[in-house]
Each structure stands twice: as structure tokens, then as C-alpha cells.
């Protein structure tokens, strides 16, 4: 059966094939522990992790000493907030995020609440921005942390997180972004977004599943407190034997993204905007949520008015591979949380699709998905109780 074409890149990217074979050597032969300092099987794979720390460290204009292998961007969001939380305890107990943040921090907050540290959840405006000035606002002298996103998950909206920056500085508060939706495929220089904590994920960018990295800025002692109790690897801060075949894939990545993102950001964004006039020229009402240009080349998030969008993606699941929102979240029946944010009515919410473009997206492949979409909005609409919908829109 030929396989649907992959439109999910937010949810996850297809390995690529440089990353398999630079890893498979660290999976078979070169199967030392990166710990063991006697031998040629520990030192071999030693200067693979160095290797790879080196590359991480290049896509984000850091040094390689500032980069911190976890499993993934969950665990760096964990290790950011609650480590930063706990080691801070004696200076404040207040954080300010986002009410359109990831669950891996979103949740996290919620834990440390739990524990006592009180969080202001900042609104965004209808396009997912934060405003800087209300973080300036919100900032008071018990702040120790400030965690907003550098790219939405769902909208692809790319923050104002260089000004949020400025501002944490000025006032000495530390600040972490999620910046897993825009690592390797927009700009992201870690001294440009004044950033101290940075989170990646491996297979958000043509990598393995499993590994990640956390950026913890230095020479000035920014204090973290682990997670993870145990060997002391990772200057103390992530215990637990190196997964090396994964890190030397997260390294590879990050190399070919650095290589390759310029002229793919041109390209998705030539694609994207395919895909946005193929659909809206031959649909009506048919919403762009998001910002209309401070997005993410991949991502195009529409809502498609009348049409139930669970049953437009069943419909279109052997065409294209899609998502209405954050894969964590698409089990659940509820509107998404970041839709609601922005102000999308819940019946808009409801009928909200995310299309993700990604590295192997063709122009063909665009064209499928336009006439498909096309096709099946309009027999759905055809079917829907148009006069129950239109009246529960208000028009
Ligand atoms: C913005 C954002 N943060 C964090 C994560 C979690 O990353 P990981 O799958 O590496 O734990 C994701 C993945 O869905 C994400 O999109």
C-alpha cells in the first residue's frame, strides 16, 4: 500500500539517512560506554560525544562546554525549570511562562505549584505572542525564572523571546526557551535571545527519538539542581551512562541543519504559501490561525469553518498524514488549549488542521494535498447541517 504523505513535522521528522550511518558504527563495534577511561572502547566513544557536543553547540552559536545531553526536550524543560526552581529556592519562588507553552513545561509548572512556587501564566495576543512589556510587568523581586517559547508547536508564531531576554537581564532574572520548533529551521543564536537555558530535541530535526540537549549558559555560575541522582555525568547535572549512538545522531543533525537551513526556510516558506493559496482559492472561509508572518516556515495552521476537522483528517488519512494539533494532545476531544488562547471560538477550534512541510515535502506532494483538501472539505460541507453550523458561527 503506498503510505500517505508525511504533512506531521511538528509531531516528528523522518531520520535522516547521514544521521543513520553516522550512528550505526556507535550501535555495533563502537559500543564503549563514553565513562570508561582505561580503554580504546571508552575513548572512542568519548570523542564521539565531544564530537557531537562541538556540532549542538555550532547550530546554536554556544560553546561546547554549555551543552547538556537528556533524553529529549521534555527532560531539558524539566531540568530547566524545576532545576533552576530548586536551586533558587532561597532567593524567590515566583516563575513567569506562557498560557501557550508546551505540557513538558506547562505541566512542570503546574508540579512546582504543587511545591509551593507561585507561576503567572501570561496571555498571548490573537496571533500567539506574548507581550514583552507584560513580562516586565509581571516580573517581581521573588522572580527567579522566566520560560517562554522561541516557536509555538501548533500556530508555528515565533516569539519575541530576543526582547523577553533583554528584559529578564535587565533585571537579573534567568530565562529559558523551548526552542524545539525553531532550532535548525529559523535563525537561533543563543547571545542573540539573551537566553541562559535552552531546550532541543533530536527527532524534531531529522534525528533519533530518545535524545536532546539542554543549553545552561556559562562562565557565570547559573546554579541548577539535577534531576537525576547517580554517576555524575554531565558536569553533575544529568547522571546516567551517555546514550551514545544517540548523541552522535542529535550531533549529525544539528550539523546538517546548520548546513541546510538557510535555503530550506526559503524553500518550505515558497511551499507553504503554495499550499495556503491553492487551498483559500478554491474554499471559502478557511481561517489562517497564527501570525500571518512571524511563523515558522513549515507550519500552516487553518481552520476550515463547517467542517469538523477530526473528520477531515480521517477522511483525508490515506492521502496525508496530518495533525490537528500537538500529538501529545490529539487523543483528547477537547479544542486545543493554544487555539483557545488566541481566541479561537471553539467551533473554529474544533475544525483547526496543522499542516507541518518538512525537509522531503515536494511541490507534487503540495499540489495532492491541495486538490485533496479541496475535494473533501467540499463533500463535507456538502453534508453538514450547513444552516445549524452557520447559525452556531453567528452568521
Ligand atoms: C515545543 C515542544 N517542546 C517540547 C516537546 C517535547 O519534546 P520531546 O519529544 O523531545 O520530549 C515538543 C514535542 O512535541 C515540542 O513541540
Known amino acids: 500500500m503506498k503510505r500517505p504523505i508525511y504533512l506531521d513535522h511538528h509531531a516528528t521528522t523522518p531520520l535522516e539517512p547521514a544521521v543513520l550511518e553516522a550512528m550505526l558504527p556507535y550501535l555495533t563495534e563502537k559500543f564503549g560506554n563514553a565513562s570508561s577511561r582505561t580503554h580504546a572502547y571508552g575513548w572512542e566513544a568519548e570523542e564521539a560525544v565531544e564530537t557531537a557536543r562541538e556540532q549542538v553547540a555550532a547550530l546554536i552559536h554556544a560553546r561546547p562546554e554549555e551543552i547538556i545531553f537528556t533524553s529529549g526536550a521534555t527532560e531539558s524543560d524539566n531540568l530547566a525549570i524545576k532545576g533552576v526552581a530548586w536551586a533558587y529556592r532561597d532567593k524567590g519562588n515566583h516563575i513567569i511562562t506562557a498560557t501557550t507553552e508546551h505540557k513538558a513545561v506547562l505541566d512542570t509548572c503546574k508540579a512546582l505549584e504543587k511545591q509551593g512556587f507561585v507561576v ?122 551517555l546514550n551514545v549512538p544517540g548523541i552522535v545522531g542529535l550531533g549529525k543533525a544539528c550539523e546538517l541543519c546548520r548546513q541546510l537551513w538557510p535555503e530550506e526556510s526559503v524553500r518550505l516558506r515558497r511551499l507553504r504559501q503554495r499550499l495556503y493559496e491553492g487551498i483559500t482559492r478554491e474554499l471559502d472561509d478557511v481561517y489562517l490561525n497564527g501570525h500571518p508572518e512571524r511563523r515558522v516556515p513549515g507550519n500552516l495552521n487553518l481552520s476550515f469553518a463547517y467542517v469538523e476537522g477530526e473528520a477531515l483528517l480521517f477522511s483525508l488519512k490515506d492521502v496525508v498524514a496530518l495533525s490537528s494539533g500537538s500529538a501529545c494532545t490529539s487523543d483528547s476531544h477537547e479544542p486545543s488549549y493554544v487555539l483557545r488562547a488566541i481566541g479561537v471560538d471553539d467551533t473554529l477550534a474544533h475544525s483547526a488542521i496543522r499542516f507541518g512541510l518538512g525537509r522531503h515535502t515536494t511541490e507534487a506532494e503540495i499540489d495532492t494535498v491541495i486538490a485533496a483538501v479541496v475535494e473533501n472539505v467540499r463533500r463535507l460541507r456538502a453534508l453538514a447541517p450547513i444552516g445549524d453550523l452557520k447559525a452556531r458561527l453567528g452568521r
Open 120 to 241: 503567572t501564566y501570561l496571555p498571548v495576543d490573537r496571533t500567539g505572542l506574548v507581550d514583552p512589556d507584560d513580562v516586565r510587568r509581571a516580573i517581581t523581586p521573588r522572580t527567579i525564572l522566566i520560560s517562554i517559547m522561541y516557536v509555538n508547536s501548533e500556530i508555528g508564531t515565533i516569539g519575541p523571546v530576543a526582547e523577553i531576554g533583554a528584559i529578564a537581564r535587565e533585571h537579573g532574572v534567568l530565562f529559558h526557551t523551548d526552542a524545539v520548533q525553531g532550532v535548525g529551521k529559523i535563525a537561533c543564536e543563543v547571545d542573540a535571545l539573551h537566553v541562559d537555558l535552552l531546550s532541543i530535541s533530536g527527532h524534531k530535526i531529522y534525528g533519533p527519538k530518545g535524545i536532546g540537549a539542554l543549553y545552561v549558559r556559562r562562565p557565570q555560575r547559573l546554579r541548577l539542581q539535577p534531576l537525576i541522582d547517580g554517576g555524575g555525568h554531565e558536569r553533575g547535572l544529568r547522571s546516567g551512562t
